[in-house]
């Protein structure tokens, strides 16, 4: 496989279930990104990881837990998530400038995650 | 803060005509890049073109360009011989660099995004 994946691409969960959203990439970057996408919302950056730690945490409810075990691979835990966190969840990674990237994000296809 | 401002929430074009996307944006900051970003239904967001805020001349990729008034915060993207393949959301995104500790990573701030739909 090739760019960033995403599994699942749909989620389906009640509000009392525990899931996990995936995210690879096999680009060789050392950075990723959790993004939310809402209808009629701009993308809302999440969480970023810069060399498997976490650099940014953009006031996100602790019902999400994002955790990154290496450089191609990043989660992202659900637990007692509400309805209005019905959204598409999208990957991105990025290499920096200093490992010779451009810093620019490739974003993965998404899962689109339904909450009921 | 920035802000990323798209105005035309849709737009339509014959097939082989060329349109224009326009997006404004807002920053103190100097140093950034700025971004197109196409969104089809298959919703796999894809980069269509990039442009430094240092650079003066306009980014091209084909049969995209970009025209880039960094006075006015302008940045706007221009398809010439739309394809139905171009059909999509198309999102303008600024995007400054942070530090992390001897590397960097990059803030995207995104528009609210532009329906384009290309007829045959």
């Known amino acids: 496989e090739t760019g960033v994946t995403q599994t699942p691409r749909h989620l389906v969960m009640g509000m009392t279930n525990k899931k996990s959203l995936k995210c690879e990439q096999h680009?060789?970057?050392?950075?990723m990104y959790w993004y939310k996408q809402s209808a009629k919302k701009p993308l809302e950056l999440m969480f970023v990881y810069s060399l498997e730690e976490r650099v940014e945490n953009n006031s996100v409810p602790s019902r999400f837990s994002p955790e990154c075990p290496n450089s191609s691979h990043l989660f992202l835990h659900l637990h007692t998530l509400q309805p209005e966190d019905s959204a598409l969840y999208l990957c991105?990674?990025?290499?920096?400038?200093?490992?010779?990237?451009?810093?620019?994000?490739?974003f993965g296809p998404g899962t689109r995650l339904t909450v009921l | 803060a920035q802000t990323v401002t798209q105005s035309q929430p849709e737009m339509s074009v014959q097939e082989a005509e060329t349109v224009t996307l326009s997006c404004t944006y807002d920053?103190?900051?100097?140093?950034?890049?700025l971004f197109w970003y196409k969104q089809p239904p298959s919703r796999q967001m894809i980069l269509v073109i990039r442009q430094e805020a240092y650079k003066q001349q306009n980014a091209t990729e084909n049969r995209f360009s970009v025209n880039f008034q960094k006075a006015a915060k302008s940045f706007s993207l221009k398809i010439s011989d739309s394809q139905l393949g171009d059909t999509a959301m198309y999102f303008c995104?600024?995007?400054?660099?942070?530090?992390?500790?001897?590397?960097?990573?990059?803030?995207?701030?995104f528009g609210q995004g532009t329906i384009l739909t290309v007829h045959p």
């Open positions: 991105a990674s990025s290499q920096d400038w200093i490992a010779g990237g451009t810093d620019t994000q490739y």
């Open positions: 920053t103190s900051e100097n140093n950034y890049y």
């Open positions: 680009l060789g970057h050392n950075a």
């Open positions: 995104a600024f995007m400054t660099l942070l530090d992390a500790g001897g590397t960097s990573y990059g803030k995207l701030t």
